[in-house]
């Protein structure tokens, strides 16, 4: 088309000097006619006669006219055109098609390496946060942790070692209700005051939920990247389980087979983690229960506390996470210690050695190596409980 375009510039172009140069002589030899035509008139009322006797008439001379131009203007003259031809030069649409993948979510499988609990779990170090009512702790590796607690808007990196790495302040300055780390570093938390759930990644903040008529509580990043809130409702009257990726809800837990409701309707906090197996454990304050449902949301079992008690208080606990062996660890802050119970809900025994006060949210590294909250103390104690 360029080509086609340059050629019919370039016809244009000479056929306008061809007629720009027509006209030019034409308009010399009229200019001509005009003079010998005002010599004429002039002559006529002149009353000498040697003009006249010189006049040489110029008729012959003017009537040789400008040889005509004939313009032949351009054609068009198309060839036949070949549908398949051109199809080929063109290129060709593949159909559309469907296939059906099969995909199967494998779940973590427990460690094959099995390590057995501890006679006596001992503390490796005490990391003092200065938190006042240390409430969260959540790791990614086995370097660093972030706490956070329930009297300021700090959130505090540590190195295992105690040192101080980072501090960042929720938008609302508010305290978070909760926090919890993706596997690419980013920290996510959860605002009280505003109803949302705020990612930061690199200094970066981006609100990724915000709710209507809920609050979000506690906070898991799951093993495919997918975040749990709990969250209870403005009245305080239900409680459930949503299940995130990035802001779109993918899976809601909230009632039983029978339509009754897993999780008890009040604001008590209510962490929650995930096994390695998938399900999805939640330690019910409220409710004095550890509520352990499966990936698809049915209820697997709830634990109450162990069929014989030696502890002064009724079991509430508090915070809850799980190892590479798929066991549970939940914490019983009014009477000091850790439960730790199998993959199905089995009692398996207490951590109550370790000078635990108030223990409340919990975490397990990589390494197996436990990091437990001491509220009104602002430690956080890092104990080795497997062999």
Not at 72 to 85: G, L, T, V, Y
Not at 234 to 256: A, E
Not at 310 to 329: A, N
Request: net charge neutral; charged share 30%.
């Amino acid at each position: 088309m360029d080509q086609r375009e340059k050629e019919i510039d370039e016809n244009k172009l000479k056929h306008l000097s061809i007629l720009s140069k027509h006209l030019e002589e034409i308009k010399q030899l009229q200019s001509l006619m005009q003079e010998s035509l005002h010599n004429l008139n002039e002559m006529e009322e002149s009353n000498e006669v040697t003009p006249t006797i010189h006049y040489s008439s110029k008729n012959q001379e003017f009537s040789k006219l400008p040889p005509k131009v004939l313009v032949s203007m351009p054609k068009f003259i198309p060839k036949p055109i070949e549908k398949e031809e051109l199809c080929s030069l063109i290129g060709k649409l593949t159909p559309l098609s469907t296939t059906l993948e099969e995909r199967v979510f494998t779940a973590k499988k427990p460690n094959p390496s099995v390590r057995e609990l501890l006679d006596e779990p001992e503390v490796l170090n005490t990391i003092k946060t200065r938190h006042e009512k240390l409430r969260s702790v959540t790791c990614r590796n086995e370097e660093e942790i972030w706490t956070s607690g329930r009297t300021t808007a700090d959130i505090k990196c540590f190195n295992t070692r105690g040192v101080l790495q980072k501090t960042i302040k929720t938008k609302s300055v508010e305290w978070p209700a909760d926090i919890a780390v993706y596997s690419d570093g980013a920290l996510v938390y959860s605002d009280w005051r505003t109803r949302t759930v705020t990612k930061v990644k690199n200094d970066q903040t981006e609100g990724i939920i915000r709710l209507q008529g809920w609050t979000p509580n506690k906070l898991c990043v799951t093993s495919s990247g997918d975040l749990l809130v709990t969250m209870y409702s403005d009245d305080y009257t239900q409680s459930k389980v949503v299940r995130y990726s990035g802001s779109t809800v993918k899976q809601t837990i909230q009632f039983d087979d029978d339509g009754q409701p897993l999780y008890s309707g009040n604001k008590y906090p209510k962490y929650i983690t995930e096994n390695r197996n998938l399900d999805i454990c939640m330690a019910d304050r409220g409710a004095g229960a550890v509520v352990v449902v499966n990936q698809a949301g049915k209820l697997r079992f709830r634990y109450n506390g162990p069929p014989s008690s030696t502890k002064k208080e009724p079991f509430k606990p508090w915070g809850i996470t799980t190892d590479s062996q798929s066991r549970i660890l939940t914490s019983d802050g009014d009477n000091h210690c850790i439960h730790v119970l199998d993959v199905h809900g089995q009692f398996l025994r207490y951590i109550d050695n370790c000078d635990l006060k108030l223990p409340t949210g919990l975490c397990v590294d990589n390494d197996d190596s436990l990091f437990v909250c001491e509220c009104f103390r602002g430690n956080v104690k890092r104990i080795r409980y497997l062999k």
